[in-house]
């Protein structure tokens, strides 16, 4: 199917291994119709030949910022105007790193200062040094400046070794550009109720008990959810996010104010999604007046927490289909598995948050989705990507199973 009719997309090649993907990349965006033209890195050329990329796409591969037939017509700034969508794919840590530094020192740095088309990039590297603090801390530059990450994944590298850097699957990237150009409009006429971040429980005027929750996997969901067409509710505790476009969002602090948010609304809602990390308990009374120290030893007196996302998924009117999440230390099946049978949801999400590459203040995400009659796991990539993926399989069990 075309979904990507008449898109013009520039695919930026660069010098990693993962650069034979870009054969089928470009093929696979053919057949989704798109136009493609390939500029390479010289390193890249030594991993792939710019004439099977020529072959492929149907045009002449760019690869030299100052050649003297194509600058004629001042070819980087052509290729700049022309393109609808800049793809870099492999995207290696040197180029990330120019890119960050807004350095032009090639045509495809030079394309990417000059286009104000949207810039995707997707890492390929070894597990090391995609962990690296000056590679994270360049990914980070980009993202505030717009740049989208497409991944990377997690698996066995060329080198030997096991872990994330990866470069996403050919029909992975397409799929992120179709949600791109082309966004789905699948949840047209949905409402969707979501929480997400920590919530803090005070002690005092000065000081609560919290947790370490960033709330970037529900802001994930609830903004690819709202790109999909759903109306999108997010109650939200204190977080530094900005609010997705298209967003409703209701900021609450406490347990008992982002429960007394959900229950006054997900009786109107299609699905609720509990991405937040709720506190458990909660100080039995809150001092009126900042507690003062001095005692060697302070003992605190904590009482339960409503349990909100069981309360909805027993509710006996107008329930919604109703998914948890499970952030765990150890032994992940067995609490997720017990926790979705004890507050009977349709679907639980497990996530490892021991993993640094994973959780709480990651990019990055992987989840084990269990129900009652089976399991899937999504492996790690972007939060971003992740949140089409979660979507897709409760959508899946939505209109399989669920009966409102």
């Known amino acids: 199917m075309a979904n990507l009719a008449g898109k013009k997309i520039v695919l930026g090649v660069t010098g990693s291994i993962a650069a034979y993907k870009a054969a089928e990349l470009v093929r696979r965006l053919r057949d989704s119709g798109a136009v493609v033209r390939v500029v390479m890195t010289p390193a890249a050329t030594a991993f792939i030949t710019p ?31 022309w393109a609808d969508l800049v793809l870099i794919a492999p995207a290696t840590a040197a180029v990330l790193a120019r890119l960050a530094c807004g350095l032009a020192d090639d045509l495809l740095t030079t394309l990417c200062l000059a286009t104000t088309a949207p810039i995707a990039v997707a890492p390929a590297m070894n597990q090391q040094m995609y962990q690296a603090s000056a590679t994270q801390h360049n990914l980070q530059t980009l993202i505030q400046q717009g740049v989208s990450l497409w991944g990377p994944g997690e698996g066995s590298q060329a080198c030997g070794d096991q872990g994330l850097g990866r470069l996403l699957e050919p029909a992975g990237l397409v799929a992120e550009i179709e949600q791109l150009l082309a966004p789905r409009n699948d949840l047209q006429g949905m409402r969707w109720l979501l929480t997400a971040g920590p919530t803090q429980e005070a002690l005092d005027p000065v000081r609560f008990i919290s947790n370490h929750s960033s709330g970037k996997m529900g802001f994930a969901v ?24 298209g967003v409703h ?27 937040a990390a709720v506190a458990d308990y909660r100080p039995k009374s809150c001092a009126p007046q900042k507690l003062k120290s001095g005692e060697p030893i302070m003992t605190l007196t904590l009482v339960k927490n409503p349990d909100m996302v069981a309360q909805v998924a027993q509710l006996q009117e107008r329930r919604p289909y109703t998914v948890g999440f499970a952030a765990e230390t150890e032994q992940l099946a067995r609490y997720a598995r017990a926790k979705l049978l004890d507050k009977q949801l349709d679907l639980i999400c497990a996530n490892d948050i021991s993993r640094v590459d994973q959780g709480f203040h990651s990019e990055t995400n992987a989840l084990h989705l269990y129900w009652s009659q089976g399991e899937k796991r999504l492996p790690l990539t972007s939060k971003s990507q992740l949140a089409h993926q979660l979507i897709d399989e409760i959508m899946q069990h939505y209109h399989a199973n669920y009966r409102p």
């Open 51 to 81: 004439l099977t990329l020529q072959a492929l796409s149907g045009y002449p591969v760019s690869q030299d910022l100052l050649d003297p037939a194509a600058e004629a017509a001042m070819g980087h700034i052509a290729l700049a105007k």
């Open 222 to 245: 609830a903004q690819a959810a709202a790109a999909r067409g759903a109306a999108v509710t997010l109650i939200s505790g204190p977080v530094a996010l900005a609010t997705p476009p």
């Open 249 to 275: 969002r209701v900021g609450v602090t406490s347990a008992l104010e982002m429960s007394a948010a959900v229950m006054e609304r997900v009786q109107l809602q299609d699905l609720f999604v509990a991405c």
